[in-house]
């Protein structure tokens, strides 16, 4: 630390910003899982890590919220070589089962090579989970950052072994309430179903920004009070007729409770901010929206106890990994600034 110096241009060390800091003398730590087998409109969710990574080191290190911005201990884990493998196979078979649905297939007469993708997902979430529970108990924060959106579901297993009631506040373009969508057991699309379902230690999903769901989510959303909903059009409607969006903010946290995981999806943004994620959607807040919610949440005397960002697919001219690299490194600052606080 000696010899850094925040104002000189970024060095490629492999970790995030490129920040001198090592695992264990971190406080946050940042795990990276390019995956995006179950993507199910456009690929390319697998290479947002190292975009992001790259983009990381453009990001000037001083933040007027946060003093002293480039002293928060922010490390990086590295990428494992046969993840990148698995999901380089995972995808091809997932590809092909997609296309044959789209074709009229039944799952039935697909369910062999859906089986192959859930069993690779499966053990997908085993390694985060357990890489997650390794941080978990060296006391770090941990930021899982995506890959698809259905990469931090073990990690919020992990985080379920050692938080008996905490809530997750979602931001995305969608619900991801579907049940198994596309046979799939752990989309991308099913990761809060799957929540709900499997992780009884998250009492409340507090879900922000979603304009893109289904009848059958629109019903589970009426009906289980574990889920409080600020839509898109609720929002918009609000701010429309004079609203403020700090009185937003301040309903969405109230309606969590005391420990708050983040699970942030790049889509809940508008789609200028992330043109080339997966599945784009017209609305989303802005990116000063999304700073204001967050900056608020660390303030608000509850504790942040983890993240995640997925979805970034980075296009030919880097600006989703841009927009990525930013809203990460605010998130990270902001957890710090609300363990200090």
């Known amino acids: ?21 090592s695992v264990d003398e971190s406080e946050i730590v940042i795990l990276p899982i390019p995956w995006d087998v179950t993507t199910s409109y456009k690929s390319g969710t697998s290479n947002g890590p190292k975009a992001i990574l790259d983009a990381s080191l453009q990001v000037d290190l001083f933040d007027v919220n946060v003093p002293f911005a480039w002293k928060v201990k922010i490390a990086t884990l590295p990428v494992r070589d046969d993840i990148i493998d698995q999901n380089v196979v995972g995808r091809e078979i997932s590809s092909s089962v997609i296309k044959c649905l789209e074709m009229g297939y039944s799952q039935q007469e697909l369910s062999k090579d859906i089986s192959k993708v859930n069993i690779k997902c499966s053990l997908l979430n085993e390694y985060v989970r357990e890489s997650a529970r390794m941080q978990i108990e060296k006391g770090k924060i941990v930021g899982v950052l995506g890959g698809e959106h259905s990469v931090p579901y073990g990690f919020i297993q992990a985080l379920s072994e050692k938080y008996d009631n905490f809530g997750i506040l979602h931001i995305d373009a969608h619900a991801d309430l579907r049940e198994a969508y596309e046979g799939f057991l752990y ?4 990761i809060m179903f799957n929540v709900l379902k499997g992780i009884p230690q ?53 309606s969590l409770p005391d420990n708050i995981y983040i699970s942030f999806d790049i889509d809940g943004l508008s789609p200028d901010l992330c043109p080339n994620t997966g599945t784009p959607v017209p609305g989303g807040l802005s990116f000063r929206q999304a700073d204001y919610l967050l900056f608020r949440l660390a303030n608000s005397g509850k504790k942040i ?12 001219d880097k600006w989703d990994a841009n927009v990525g690299a930013r809203l990460l490194y605010k998130i990270c600052l902001y957890i710090h600034h609300n363990m200090e606080n």
Not at 210 to 221: A, G, K
Not at 229 to 248: A, C, P, R, V, Y
């Open 202 to 254: 998250v009492s409340k999903i507090c879900q922000v920004g979603q304009r893109d769901f289904c009848h059958q989510e629109c019903s589970l959303i009426e009906h289980d009070n574990r889920i409080s909903f600020f839509s898109d059009m609720e929002i918009s409607n609000f701010l429309f007729e004079g609203g403020k969006w700090s009185t937003i903010c301040d309903r969405i946290i109230d």
């Open 1 to 21: 630390m000696a010899n850094f110096n925040p104002n000189d241009i970024g060095v490629a060390n492999g970790s995030y910003f490129g920040l001198p800091y």
């Open 187 to 190: 989309s991308h699309a099913s």
């Open 305 to 316: 106890i983890g993240f995640d960002l997925c979805e970034v697919t980075p296009g030919e």
